[in-house]
């Protein structure tokens, strides 16, 4: 079974912030000797090198290239310890330091963020999440390994039952309801591409006319100026039809499919399915949606 991961997003302009790929002194040196603690095969005292190397770089933005790939060889090694021990304590940590990496960044951008920057960290986080969902309750009770030591080289994984029970998802109600709602907003957005349009016609039949006036004449600072105002006012509203057109299409198929999936026979509003994820997340300067879905 293989899963397609649906990223639907409304985007507005990106404003970058300034950035450094150095990490500073100290912190390679953590760096470095995390990474050789993990290659000689002891991965936990390795993570918690790698782990003061991060916390060296506390400014999310001047060192943002340097957190995140001292995060990505985090991540790798507690995917590497819960393979080797079956322990979930790696996965549920794993999780809490990339909500933090993805609260800190999202907070240091601001007004300027986009869904561009987070949209890598909110997918790595749903896939933790989903591994979590398929952790029996018997390994998610299990005690974690001490910081610290390595993992014994005798550990084995627990095995897997031998039929997996499929994870809790949502209601066929909820999943009925979201669509509802994914499809009303694409709808609502439609009306907002039509005002953007209407904006475009308006001013390029007002900047037409200017240019009709002129006849052949030499224009006149004002007449360039209010000219330059109404192009400048076309482009405006084709931006604002383009981006409501397409946040409605989006919308719009997203609503299509959750409605597909939440109808269920008579009686079976509180039928839970099973395979399916919808994760919207919003951030101030754009909206989206993570939908897993399983092909069959």
Do not use: F, N
Not at 33 to 57: F, P
Not at 164 to 184: C, D, F, M, N
Not at 213 to 237: C, K, M, N, Q
């Amino acid at each position: 079974m293989s899963t397609m991961v649906a990223l639907l997003m409304c985007l507005t302009a990106w404003v970058p912030a300034e950035e450094s790929a150095e990490l500073p002194a100290e912190a390679r040196v953590h760096d470095a000797r995390g990474t050789a603690l993990i290659e000689a095969g002891d991965t936990v005292a390795g993570v918690a090198e790698l782990e003061r190397a991060y916390a060296l770089m506390a400014d999310p933005l001047q060192y943002r290239v340097g957190r995140s790939e001292v995060l990505g060889s985090i991540r790798g090694a507690l995917d590497d310890l819960y393979e080797a021990t079956g322990d979930a304590v790696h996965l549920r940590r794993l999780h809490a330091k990339l909500l933090m990496h993805l609260e800190a960044l999202t907070l240091a951008l601001g007004e300027a963020v986009t869904a561009d920057d987070v949209a890598g960290t909110v997918v790595a986080v749903r896939k933790v999440e989903q591994q979590l969902a398929r952790v029996p309750p018997e390994v998610m009770m299990a005690r974690p390994v001490p910081r610290g030591r390595p993992v014994p080289a005798a550990v084995k994984p627990v095995p897997a039952p031998a039929k997996p029970v499929p994870a809790e998802g949502p209601t066929r109600r909820q999943l009925y309801i979201a669509g509802g709602v994914s499809l009303g907003i694409g709808v609502a957005l439609l009306g907002v591409m039509a005002s953007g349009i209407a904006k475009q016609q308006r001013h390029g039949a007002a900047g037409w006319a200017i240019d009709d006036a002129i006849d052949g004449r030499s224009i006149t600072p004002a007449e360039r100026a209010e000219l330059v105002g109404h192009l400048d006012g076309a482009r405006a509203g084709r931006r604002l039809a383009l981006a409501t057109g397409l946040s409605s299409a989006g919308l719009s198929v997203l609503g299509v499919a959750l409605l597909a999936r939440g109808r269920g026979r008579p009686g079976a509003s509180r039928e839970r399915t099973t395979g399916v994820t919808l994760a919207p997340w919003w951030v101030p300067a754009g909206v989206g949606a993570t939908l897993l879905l399983p092909l069959r």
